[in-house]
């Protein structure tokens, strides 16, 4: 099955969200959202519903997200059946004196977008995530940190002795 054309609708989605952040903020990002979406934060927190999402946006965007625009692409897209995708991108905040962002501050989102009755794809869910990959396992901080946590298996085990037999 040919799905070019929901793809293409889809990355336009996102590349209309982003659009939206920069030119209209909160009340402009709310429609691309189900009334029952799920958003997931960079820090953990978890808004509820269409409503939750726009009133916390409101507030970021009367404040430190002020002025700010949304960049990004999308990585990938697969479908999970003829009305629903997962989407990864990547992406971040920039303010307007930024070409670029930071590396700290580029994160990575995963979306689950469907179809509505009116043929549209919406976000029913978005889970947003910095972007910390880990150093390389061979390197002296992750040596170290590997022999501590050894240390502390061995010393938990030997005070919890029960856990082993389960």
């Given at each position: 099955?040919?799905?070019?054309?929901?793809?293409?609708?889809?990355?336009?989605?996102?590349?209309?969200?982003?659009?939206?952040?920069?030119?209209?903020?909160?009340?402009?990002?709310?429609?691309?959202?189900?009334?029952?979406?799920?958003?997931?934060?960079?820090?953990?927190?978890?808004?509820?519903?269409?409503?939750?999402?726009?009133?916390?946006?409101?507030?970021?965007?009367?404040?430190?997200?002020?002025?700010?625009?949304?960049?990004?692409?999308?990585?990938?897209?697969?479908?999970?059946?003829?009305?629903?995708?997962?989407?990864?991108?990547?992406?971040?905040?920039?303010?307007?004196?930024?070409?670029?962002?930071?590396?700290a501050r580029r994160s990575?989102?995963?979306?689950?977008?469907v179809r509505g009755d009116?043929?549209?794809?919406?976000?029913?869910?978005?889970?947003?995530?910095?972007?910390?990959?880990?150093?390389?396992?061979?390197?002296?901080?992750?040596?170290?940190?590997?022999?501590?946590?050894?240390?502390?298996?061995?010393?938990?085990?030997?005070?919890?002795?029960?856990?082993?037999?389960?």
């Amino acid at each position: 099955m040919d799905r070019s054309t929901d793809e293409a609708a889809i990355r336009r989605l996102f590349e209309a969200l982003c659009e939206a952040w920069a030119r209209e903020g909160a009340s402009a990002v709310d429609a691309f959202y189900t009334p029952d979406s799920d958003y997931v934060t960079f820090d953990g927190s978890w808004l509820r519903g269409r409503e939750a999402n726009r009133r916390v946006h409101e507030e970021l965007f009367a404040g430190v997200l002020a002025g700010t625009r949304l960049v990004g692409e999308v990585e990938s897209v697969r479908f999970l059946g003829p009305d629903a995708a997962v989407v990864v991108s990547t992406g971040a905040v920039l303010w307007p004196w930024q070409r670029s962002a930071p590396a700290a501050r580029r994160s990575r989102q995963t979306l689950v977008v469907v179809r509505g009755d009116d043929g549209r794809f919406r976000v029913a869910s978005f889970q947003n995530t910095r972007v910390r990959p880990l150093p390389p396992s061979d390197s002296l901080f992750m040596r170290l940190f590997a022999a501590v946590q050894r240390v502390r298996l061995a010393w938990w085990r030997r005070r919890h002795p029960e856990a082993l037999a389960a």
